[in-house]
């Protein structure tokens, strides 16, 4: 039979709501399963997951769909991606001034008909800068996910490319929605419409998509949370930094964060032998939380596909170091 502490993981992570850990530590299970000689109830056991897997993203399909869009701006569903997050802020190691100043945000939403009663305005508009992998999208999904509202994910490549021309009246459809259905709307890879309106090749149309962009938002009254993202802040125009809330930068993880996102990451598992976590910081130095994260996965999977019962430290220092190079 499966051993106690796998068991107990299994439990844990349903009870946290944390599917990935979850499927992880049944297919974990089944392994052990596999190992003992029960063949076949190792291969119910893979059936069921697989089937449970398939099943869940269906439902949560299903669910993130909750827009009804209009005949007219049912077009926006090639522009915009809708889901209802399961994530929480808990989910993500952030550093101490990054982590205050979203719960910050996230106090304010959640006693948001408070604040209007006195004619105060909780912050709503967040310009979000660092380096890609750092946890700015994640964040907006969190946001979401703490305050049980869908995230709303604008593709600005499609409103460059395929509405060129027609951008602006994408754009204010977009704003349109905000009114109607109340979520966190993340405009991510910001800098493709808001940089420098003097800057560039094609300075008529991007200037006139940041001028829409400036008085859309400007004008935005709504209960929905608007997130900009972008990893080059220096290409924005300075007229937008006064449109936000407030603006965050994300930096890379320090040592302490890199071992908490490590510990974070492999929390159902035990290793095969003790980590020196200060050699692995060291390791990891330099590698943002998606590098971490993807490492410490790789390292979840070679020990299910090799059979052992315990992750490879070796594996996960080899594989941290890979991503650097």
């Not at 965050?248 to 035990?270: G, S, V």
Request: hydrophobic share 40%; aromatic share 6%.
């Amino acid at each position: 039979m499966a051993a106690s502490d796998q068991i107990k993981s299994l439990i844990k992570s349903f009870g946290q709501g944390d599917e990935d850990r979850f499927f992880a530590s049944a297919m974990q299970i089944a392994a052990s399963e596999a190992r003992q000689g029960h063949a076949s109830f190792a291969q119910e056991l893979k059936s069921l997951i697989e089937d449970a897997r398939k099943n869940r993203s269906l439902a949560q399909f299903e669910r993130g769909k909750i827009v009804s869009l209009s005949p007219q701006k049912r077009e926006l569903s090639e522009l915009i991606d809708i889901f209802q997050p399961r994530i929480t802020l808990s989910d993500m190691v952030l550093a101490a001034d990054v982590k205050g100043r979203l719960e910050k945000l996230i106090v304010e939403q959640s006693k948001l008909e408070l604040l209007l009663h006195h004619n105060l305005k909780p912050r709503r508009k967040l310009l979000l800068t660092g380096a890609p992998g750092t946890g700015k999208t994640m964040t907006a999904q969190a946001i979401a996910g703490e305050l049980g509202i869908p995230v709303f994910i604008i593709r600005l490549d499609g409103i460059l490319s395929k509405f060129m021309g027609e951008s602006i009246a994408k754009l204010r459809m977009i704003f349109d929605i905000m009114p109607q259905q109340r979520g966190v709307y993340l405009f991510d890879e910001f800098d493709s419409i808001g940089s420098h309106r003097d800057q560039g090749q094609d300075i008529g149309e991007i200037k006139r998509i940041l001028n829409s962009f400036l008085i859309n938002i400007e004008k935005d009254n709504s209960n929905s949370i608007i997130i900009a993202a972008t990893n080059l802040p220096e290409l924005l125009d300075k007229a937008l930094f006064r449109r936000f809330d407030d603006i965050i930068n994300y930096p890379l993880p320090t040592n302490d964060e890199i071992i908490a996102a490590t510990k974070k990451y492999t929390t159902a598992f035990t290793f095969d032998a003790q980590i020196n976590y200060k050699a692995l910081a060291d390791a990891a130095s330099g590698l943002n939380y998606s590098d971490i994260a993807k490492a410490c996965e790789e390292t979840i999977k070679e020990m299910i596909l090799s059979g052992a019962k315990k992750l490879h430290k070796a594996f996960l220092l080899s594989s941290l170091k890979n991503k650097k190079t």
